[in-house]
């Protein structure tokens, strides 16, 4: 088993008899036959030129970034060094503010596959990403800095690239030089750490049952990392007791992984998700519901789930549990199941 951070009591973990009785314990079917070509992805020409020259700059500046093993290997000092040019050689702030505003081709409306890719694109592994720069830029940075760069900047290479198609031909450099992508390049970059923005972050906690392979090619492990992330933000994001935990466990027939995340949250939420939604809240996963953003990241979540295991509806997902959602008692516990490697 693999732990981040020693979970405190007060951290809600479901235990085997909850998983039982909430999430079924053998799934209808194991996996697509091919998730090669799947996903949610636009291309770079339906973005306006600004918006294509920004991520363009900022799939270079991932890349360079997960490309550093010789400085993740050296000290703190060339570490610094090393990071100060970057930000200014792709002039950073710039490219921020671009991010928050990218647009669509002139006389083009933005299509919804092009509102989800965006979504995603400023989402992932981006905020986690900018708090450890702004981390590094503004206070004084942690001596693994650059270890949490480097694991970001190798996760949302692969979202970025999942969510253009034009991107998705040069491979994204494996961490560890390792054909398959394994679960600790999913979760090593937690160990100990926190989630969020600079005006509102948490703790995360991690347990993990599952040491081995998850998937063998790039496309794949990429759809899955849009769905943990769009999940981990917004659990970050409503946590309101500023602790964040992470359950991942293998399914009894061992064939598919089974994440869990949990956060308390506060009354208002509680109450709002209740009247809205009753007693069993699968509904969240259907676009439209937001406490402040646009109501599409739970939904592109079960749109890969749905993809993934080449399932006929969202109501057949639902059915057979392959993700859900529930309160128990000031928690929201949200789960979702992911085949792992053949």
Known sequence: MIYTKTMPATIFRPDKGFVENLVPRMLQQNRAPDTKTRGLHVRISEFSETSQATLINLQAFLLEIASAQNVLESDFGPQCVFTRDLLVRHRYQEMMDHIRHLTPSPGTP?????????????????????????????????????????????????????????????PVPRVGGQESARVGELIEKWRGTRIGTREKSCDVFVSCEYGGDLQSHCVEFSMLERVFYNLLNNAAKNASDGHLAIDIRPTDDGQNLLFLLTNRVDMKLSNLLKSRFGSRMDGLFKEGFTTGGNGVGMGVCAEMVVNVYDLKSFEDAVKWGYFGCSLVKDYFVCWFHWPLSK
């Open 110 to 170: 933005a299509s919804p596959i092009f509102k989800k890719a965006v979504h995603d694109i400023r989402g992932g592994a981006l905020p986690s990403l900018t708090m450890n720069i702004d981390l590094f830029l503004y206070y004084l940075p942690p001596q693994d800095f650059f270890h949490k760069l480097y694991h970001l900047s190798h996760d949302h290479l692969r979202i970025l690239r999942n969510c253009i198609v034009d991107f998705a031909s040069a």
